[in-house]
């Protein structure tokens, strides 16, 4: 298939790691341990560590990175660009099943893409194995980094140890993106998807990714979800009191829980209301509105 299923993944960035983990955690994620990074600057190059690193929340449906720069001094991908605008939410990760396909079909629309970008990074301390990705980002997108993915080592990372969380989240359904220019933004978005957006209840456009099984962990099954291309008025009607630091903004993501959110209640968190659910405001998930919908 060379077109886009699924929203595999968002990643929220910051400056440093310990303290957005220890955000996540104390909302109640489950997180993998920190894993440093590496991979080809050109498609044909060779493999060497980057200077960014992560730790994961990882769904039965899809996926939150968190992501910092752990060495200044090696390669940011992009990364210090990112936050030099703001901390939160930098990254759109939609998940594909055949990333040669996909590069095809992007050429002969006439991106200038230069090929697979490939990444790589440990399971975990100790453990020989790595997790292997094929990537296709989007040349200069002002939204960040948007982008395709094939994950190549899918069970490596969606492991049963990985996957209970205290907050009872079970699946990432939508990530949420205020712009100014919500039409040129979908635009942008369906041509590297290759799926058509439409028009979106609260302003703008979204493009609704089909699912499929599988393409979201090894066990997810398939489900639709969203990406969703706003105008700045929206955001303070879909995540109360959020005001976007710059535009584009990536506000925030929406997940669902197996339990009619029971196990986030009994967190106490100083949750806030909203349309879709529950709310862990930016404050307190390292500049990203995280909604949790029952």
């Not at 440093?16 to 498609?43: I, N």
């Amino acid at each position: 298939m060379n077109t886009a299923v699924v929203l595999d993944h968002v990643g929220v960035c910051a400056r440093e790691l310990a303290p957005l983990a220890a955000a996540y955690e104390k909302l109640g994620f489950t997180l993998t341990p920190v894993a440093q990074q590496s991979g080809r600057k050109t498609p044909d190059g060779p493999i060497e560590p980057f200077g960014t690193g992560n730790r994961c929340a990882f769904l039965r449906h899809g996926y939150i990175e968190l992501l910092a720069i752990l060495d200044p001094g090696l390669f940011a991908n992009q990364l210090d660009r990112f936050l030099a605008r703001y901390e939160g939410l930098h990254i759109c990760a939609l998940g594909c099943l055949d990333a040669e396909a996909n590069l095809a079909r992007l050429r002969a629309a006439g991106i200038p893409i230069p090929g697979i970008a490939w990444l790589e990074r440990p399971v975990e301390p100790g453990d020989p194995r790595r997790a292997r990705f094929a990537r296709l980002p989007l040349p200069d997108a002002p939204e960040g980094r948007l982008q395709l993915i094939q994950h190549l080592t899918p069970e490596l990372l969606w492991q049963d140890r990985w996957l209970r969380h205290a907050n009872g989240a079970e699946a990432l359904v939508s990530l949420v993106i205020a712009t100014a220019e919500p039409a040129a933004a979908a635009a942008r978005l369906s041509r590297l998807s290759g799926l058509p957006f439409t028009p979106d209840p609260a302003g703008g456009f979204r493009i609704t990714l089909p699912g499929a099984a599988g393409a979201a962990g090894p066990h997810a099954p398939p489900m639709e979800t969203t990406v969703r291309l706003v105008e700045p008025a929206a955001i303070s009607l879909l995540f109360p009191g959020v005001v976007p630091p710059s535009l584009p903004f990536m506000a925030g993501m929406v997940l669902r829980t197996g339990d009619g959110n029971q196990a986030l209640r009994r967190l106490g968190l100083p949750l806030v209301a909203a349309p879709e659910g529950l709310m862990a405001p930016p404050a307190l998930a390292g500049g990203a509105a995280v909604i949790f919908a029952p």
